[in-house]
């Protein structure tokens, strides 16, 4: 894993020299993703420069070193990521007559590309992966991302320069960079919690979608890229349901244990220390398992605890790793650990970014850094075999709410929101000996008030959009933005004869999954130089589980079932089966208690009107209220504050 960045300066007014140090300290940004080694290539007579910084993870040598020029001496590329089947190409483009002077990934590439073209070879390409290619001869540059968004590339035209990189504090570094807030992704920040693809906070720099190629051809001199996509997860989702699986329910667990396990193995492969994060979830503990199937030696798993009750999952961790026989790694942070966290999350994250489970993912990875160097992740098993809540009931919620009346829906909810979460606590806790085990909820007060949002839906499309947003009319909180349609609000985005639960899946696979969870996990893992590998998002594992009935994802009120009877072959039920929680923190309490003073100052209504980004009055109104108990804010609140936090940080930045 590593950091990439580069430039195409039109203006040839630069040499080598200058071309290199400009490269040079881009890529020193990055020093983070890749504190192993650096170095910069440029081509004075096209204005091109790449620089590089490296995490050595494969061939540690001086043969993996970055930017690599192939053997023919055409193609010079920066790549972060890896190609899990790299050997296997290695075999077929020997076979071809290649010679390999290292191991490395890198090299495999650079041949592949030479022998079979760009987008041929990277529909070969298993694994996460953006990189930037250089072609000599055609001078053209390439820039390509992973099939599913694992790995980040920004781009754009700042003047007469074409910037690129792995984060925006590299584009930031080019004096060319002018960093003007971009109102409209504003907007769809308050509304997602996180600014999504193509869209970046700043005018004029965009992320680069995933499963795309952007060429820019220098040799016809035109400034405006163009596009070609190499996979589609709509296209893949629709193949598999044109395509079912036709075998048994036995069959289907069979298959996928088979498909797990070589997603898994694949991933194992490094010649540095590697290990796991582990929650003791459903996800984290099955690809735990399979690593440990695969594996002759305790493999490390890390977990850290809380010592709040309702939000520490340590003990299934521990539990799961007694089972698995596994070399286990705990912490339990304390309260202040976690708040000295807080300040460093603008300058991790680069743009406004607001899913508070930001705070234990940096944690975990730095406590597995300690001890290795690569670490697994149980992330996409929710979008690919259901796991959410929201796919679990969205349906039977919309089918008892459908025939009654809206305006009845919106007093029912208006009488909810009239009571503080924390009456409706009590409430539950004391009607707990009468009510089913299903209503044992953790939070439930939250649950309910959050019950009262989907009441108000005039559709299943609009219950979605309703679950799935922060701030409902982003576009009235951020002055002067215009909100664009993104997959959640577009109602054209998903196909119609898609069950709802299926709506959903696909929806968060395409937005929420790129934009907020891989965003997350890769930001957080790079922060501290630690590589993070998903095998549960094997693009070859997706296709196959669109494939699966929704059935055997959803099952008695119960998401990923399937899944589950993979996982129950290596681990007893016993140490799973408990409500779904999430990797999170008790933010509604910190902001009414050790955050309020920090709140308040970020809060301050005069600020925020000379600022001039966001309308103060539903700000104030908000946090007055979660102040008071009367309702639970938290998200919408972080979401202001995280964007405070970062525009404080960008302005800093911008004036040094």
């Known amino acids: 894993m590593c950091g990439l960045a580069g430039f195409i300066d039109t203006s040839g007014e630069k040499d080598n020299q200058q071309l290199a140090a400009l490269a040079s300290r881009m890529a020193e940004t990055l020093s983070h993703r890749g504190p192993d080694d650096e170095a910069a290539w440029t081509d004075a007579q096209a204005g091109v420069a790449l620089g590089f910084r490296r995490l050595a993870v494969l061939d540690l040598s001086e043969n993996g070193r970055q930017p690599m020029l192939s053997a023919c001496e055409r193609f010079v590329v920066v790549f972060n990521g890896e190609i899990y089947n790299h050997r296997e190409l290695r075999k077929q483009l020997e076979a071809d007559g290649h010679g390999f002077r290292g191991s490395s990934d890198t090299e495999v590439l650079l041949a592949a590309i030479g022998q079979w073209g760009l987008h041929p070879a990277v529909q070969r390409f298993n694994g996460m992966f953006a990189l930037a290619l250089w072609d000599r001869h055609e001078r053209q540059l390439h820039l390509v991302r992973d099939r599913l968004g694992e790995k980040p590339l920004y781009y754009g035209w700042m003047g007469s320069t074409f910037l690129f990189g792995s984060e925006l504090k590299a584009l930031k570094a080019h004096p060319a960079f002018q960093g003007t807030v971009n109102r409209s992704a504003l907007a769809l920040y308050f509304r997602h919690n996180c600014v999504p693809a193509p869209y970046s906070i700043y005018e004029g720099i965009l992320k680069l979608a995933p499963g795309t190629i952007l060429s820019l051809d220098l040799a016809k001199g035109g400034p405006h890229p163009s596009f070609s996509q190499y996979w589609s997860a709509k296209e893949a989702a629709l193949s598999g349901l044109r395509s079912p699986f036709c075998g048994s329910e036995e069959d289907a667990v069979d298959e996928l244990e088979i498909r797990l396990g070589q997603s898994v193995r694949s991933r194992m492969v490094a010649d540095v220390p590697l290990g796991a994060f582990l929650s003791g979830g459903v996800d984290s503990s099955l690809v735990v398992a399979l690593m440990q199937s695969h594996s002759t030696r305790p493999v490390r798993t890390f977990c850290i605890g809380s010592p709040f009750d309702d939000y520490n999952e340590s003990n299934y961790a521990r539990a799961v790793s007694g089972h698995l026989g596994t070399a286990h790694t705990e912490l339990t942070v304390t309260g202040q650990d976690t708040l000295a966290v807080i300040p460093q999350l603008a300058g991790i994250f680069d743009e406004p970014f607001a899913d508070s489970s930001q705070i234990p993912t940096l944690l975990v990875s730095r406590l597995a850094r300690r001890e290795v160097t690569v670490s697994l992740s149980g992330d996409g098993g929710d979008e690919l075999f259901g796991g959410y809540n929201r796919y679990v009931w969205g349906s039977s919620l919309w089918k008892r709410l459908a025939p009654i009346p809206l305006w009845l829906r919106s007093c029912g909810a208006a009488a909810l929101h009239a009571l503080s979460p924390r009456f409706w606590q009590q409430i539950c806790q004391l009607a707990k000996p009468v009510l089913p085990a299903q209503f044992h909820q953790k939070q439930a007060g939250d649950k309910l008030q959050k019950l009262a949002t989907a009441l108000s839906a005039e559709s299943p499309e609009h219950l979605y959009v309703k679950l799935a947003s922060h701030w409902e009319n982003p576009a009235l909180l951020v002055l002067g933005a215009t909100e664009p349609l993104t997959p959640v609000t577009d109602p054209e985005a998903a196909n ?161």
């Open 496 to 656: 119609d004869y898609l069950q709802l639960p299926e709506r959903m899946m696909f929806l968060d696979t395409i937005s929420y999954l790129p934009d907020d969870i891989l965003v997350k996990l890769d930001r957080a893992s790079m922060a501290v130089g630690l590589e993070a590998r998903t095998p549960l998002l094997d693009h070859t594992l997706l296709e196959f589980a669109w494939s699966l009935p929704l059935s055997l994802k959803i099952r008695e009120k119960t998401g990923k079932f399937v899944l589950r009877q993979v996982l129950y072959r290596h681990v007893p039920a016993s140490l799973l089966n408990r409500p779904k929680a999430g990797f999170s923190i008790p933010l509604d309490a910190w902001l009414r208690g050790p955050l309020r003073d920090w709140a308040e100052e970020l809060l301050n209504e005069r600020s925020l009107r000379v600022q001039g980004y966001l309308d103060p009055s539903p700000v104030r109104t908000k946090w007055q209220q979660h102040l008071s108990g009367k309702r639970n804010w938290q998200y919408p609140i972080w979401d202001v504050l995280m964007f405070q936090a970062w525009l404080a940080e960008d302005r800093k930045l911008a004036s040094a």
